[in-house]
């Protein structure tokens, strides 16, 4: 008869998430995720087959998390507002502690490695960028932003200035929300005349 598994998956992918945040793919031995995991080599290879399919679901859940918080801030603020928002949630969200952004740690790891996950990293980063350009469009519609600039221009510069916050903020010696308003201040800067 088989055996069933006894350990829950999406903490499993959770716990994982963290062990390559601090250490990186490459730095990350599958001793360190079978230790940290608490699994034996047969469970892990069970369960996520290889240490590059666990590290592809910890990048697919990084980016479902960060979807999943803009629309509950989209639902609270609105376009416009939810962009400001959503800088200060990536400093102040406990759940999810400031580090450098998982999708461009991994693109600068691995991008000269010609590895798949580098691929899959910078089709999630395109994901992100089309999320905000949906989100500024929103607000040009709404008159809440200027059309001076579009809203795919603003997206790339806001995941840019996204990702510059989030580094800066991991320097431990720079006031990460101070320098989350100053991004907001600038797209209030960006609102409409009426």
Known sequence: MPRTASFDRDV????AREIFWQ???AGT???DLEKGLGLHPGSFYAAF???DALYELTLDRYVEEGQARLDQLLHVH???G???AYLRSVVEDSAMPVRACMLSKTLLELSGQDNPLASKARQHMATMEARFATLF????KQGEIDKVVSAEKRARRFQSDLMGLRVSAERGDIDALELADEIAAD???AQAKV
């Open 49 to 51: 087959g290889s240490k």
């Open 23 to 25: 250490k990186g793919w």
């Open 82 to 84: 939810a962009l400001k």
């Open 29 to 31: 031995s599958m001793k």
């Open 187 to 189: 797209l209030d800067r």
């Open 12 to 15: 499993l992918i959770a716990n």
């Open 78 to 80: 609105g376009a416009l």
């Open 137 to 140: 469009a929103q607000a040009q």
